[in-house]
Nanobody, 120 residues
């Protein structure tokens, strides 16, 4: 499965961006999809995930500012980011946990990443 992200770019503090991620083939609607990010010198951290049933999970630093959603018919997951802060600057990676809807054993698939830079 290949994941293709789009929507990154340069935005001023307080601005908004919408990231999109589409899978190259159908994903199981029960499986979890989501977004992670990695800033220079840091590890890759969870931003937000959404299960097949629509249950969401957010990092504390983005809760209330970011919204994750999915469209199973399009095998896509989205991340709407508002009130962006310089600390949100990172490469954002789409993630698909194939098999997660059936249990605790799954395979992680990653996109190539898209750069988000928040700066005035």
């Amino acid at each position: 499965v290949q994941l293709m992200e789009s929507g990154g770019g340069l935005v001023q503090p307080g601005g908004s961006l919408r990231l999109s991620c589409t899978a190259s083939e159908s994903v199981f609607s029960r499986d979890t999809m989501g977004w992670y990010r990695q800033a220079p010198g840091n590890q890759r951290d969870l931003v937000a995930t959404i299960t097949g049933s629509g249950r969401t999970n957010y990092a504390a630093s983005v809760k209330g500012r970011f919204t994750v959603s999915r469209d199973n018919a399009k095998s896509a997951v989205y991340l709407y980011m508002e009130n962006l802060e310089p600390e949100d600057t990172a490469v954002y990676y789409c993630n698909y946990k194939m098999g997660s809807g059936a249990g605790s054993v799954y395979i992680d698939y990653w996109g190539q990443g898209t750069q988000v830079t928040v700066s005035s």
